[in-house]
């Protein structure tokens, strides 16, 4: 099994930026896919970017493309986002999340299994 712990959230400005970090223990992470989802009060998780287990291959959800880069840090064992020119819609818990290694890299939930407990981003106006 594996655990993960999502650090970095926060309160930003609009056009801020943040950088949040999922960390992972035990060597195991490197065998797995890592995504970041998002949910908003009210509203449903939603994906928001997933990287392989090598860092070559990522995919980013329209919204955030651009915006946001996802990658891997294996010298820390962590899966960093970097979030630039954030807005108010992008306010909500994120999480990460570890799946097993497939191809294309799964942008849903079933195709995840491990969960952090998520960390809150919230953006004003």
């Known amino acids: 099994q594996v655990q993960l712990i999502e650090s970095g959230g926060g309160l930003v400005q609009a056009g801020g930026s943040l950088r949040l970090s999922c960390a992972a223990s035990?060597?195991?992470?490197?065998?797995?896919?890592i995504a970041w989802f998002r949910q908003a009060p009210g509203k449903e998780r939603e994906f928001v970017a997933a990287?392989?287990?090598?860092?070559?291959?990522?995919y980013y959800a329209d919204s955030v493309k651009g915006r946001f880069t996802i990658s891997r840090d294996n010298t820390k064992n962590t899966v960093p986002l970097q979030m630039n020119s954030l807005k108010p819609e992008d306010t909500a818990v994120y999480f990460c999340?570890?799946?097993?290694?497939?191809?294309?890299?799964?942008?849903?939930?079933?195709?995840?299994?491990?969960w952090g407990q998520g960390t809150q981003v919230t953006v004003s106006s």
């Open positions: 990287i392989s287990w090598s860092g070559r291959s990522t």
């Open positions: 999340a570890s799946g097993p290694l497939r191809v294309p890299l799964a942008s849903t939930i079933s195709g995840y299994n491990y």
């Open positions: 035990g060597r195991t992470f490197s065998n797995y896919n």
